[in-house]
């Protein structure tokens, strides 16, 4: 299991998955503020940063679960804008990070497997010097 981790951190601390993860956040806090402000006067249930924060996480991960909706124009349209990107954001995410963590996965395994035949040949050899000796006697 300690290989599946390993891989799994190495493949988040590439610096295109990074970059991705960046990207997310620098599109869903500004765009949650900016919700904030479009929809704070005017809809009852935006009643702090949080609520518009909530509602950006809710709707970058196309979860959309519908308790906070926009009712300005403003907000619907930061709320495509969260859509596209999130999809976007998504896709490129898994597009940078499935090959890259499946590429460090091989490479441990690889490893691991050539470490367990290294430590099989040299019992082996252990062996067959052994019976050389006895088979001298």
């Known amino acids: 299991m300690s290989v599946f981790y390993s891989s799994l951190f190495r493949a988040f601390t590439r610096r295109q998955t990074l970059a991705f993860v960046f990207l997310g956040n620098a ?40 308790d906070i909706t926009p009712v300005t124009n403003a907000g619907r349209l930061i709320g495509v804008v969260l859509m596209l990107g999130g999809a976007t954001c998504f896709v490129g995410f ?39 000796r006895l088979n001298r006697r």
Do not use: C, H
């Open 27 to 66: 599109l869903l806090f500004p765009l949650a503020f900016l919700f904030y402000g479009a929809e704070q006067e005017v809809n009852p249930l935006v009643r702090g940063y949080p609520d518009a924060l909530w509602w950006a996480f809710a709707t970058v991960t196309t979860v959309g679960y519908g």
């Open 94 to 132: 898994t597009a940078v990070f499935v090959p890259t963590f499946m590429a460090e996965f091989t490479r441990d395994i690889i490893e691991s497997e050539e470490s367990s035949l290294d430590s099989i040949e040299k019992r082996l050899i252990r062996i067959e010097q052994e019976l050389r």
